[in-house]
């Protein structure tokens, strides 16, 4: 299994920024994949979650209304479209997939996990 998280990069306060993360080893269709994020010195936060069989989504409350995550099924791939980046919004970006057990994206973070991209928002 991979998850492959690519995209991060350095960003001026209110730009923009778009992650991808590649998947291969498992199922795509049946899964639960999404974003979470790591800064020095704090807890693990879910960004954002997409259930592939439906498109559904879940959002953070930090980040709803300037993030989307969305997919492309024909390369097992998802994506995070981040806009109006904040300093708070500097962190690693993982991306994580939990099986589809009809709990939606409740779990996400708990399965597969891959390495980070690092996302810097300077002021």
């Known amino acids: 299994v991979q998850l492959q998280a690519s995209g991060g990069g350095l960003a001026q306060t209110g730009g923009s920024l778009r992650l991808s993360c590649a998947t291969s080893?498992?199922?795509?269709?049946?899964?639960?994949i999404g974003w979470y994020r790591q800064a020095p010195g704090k807890e693990r936060e879910g960004v954002s979650c997409?259930?592939?069989?439906?498109?559904?989504?879940w959002y953070g409350d930090s980040v709803k209304g300037r993030f989307a995550i969305s997919k492309d099924s024909s390369k097992n791939t998802i994506y995070l479209e981040m806009n109006n980046l904040q300093p708070e919004d500097t962190a690693v970006y993982h991306c994580?997939?939990?099986?589809?057990?009809?709990?939606?994206?409740?779990?996400?973070?708990?399965?597969?996990r891959g390495q980070g991209t690092q996302v810097t928002v300077s002021s």
């Open positions: 994580a997939a939990d099986a589809d057990y009809g709990l939606g994206c409740k779990d996400f973070m708990t399965g597969y």
């Open positions: 080893g498992f199922t795509f269709n049946r899964y639960a």
């Open positions: 997409i259930l592939i069989r439906d498109g559904s989504t």
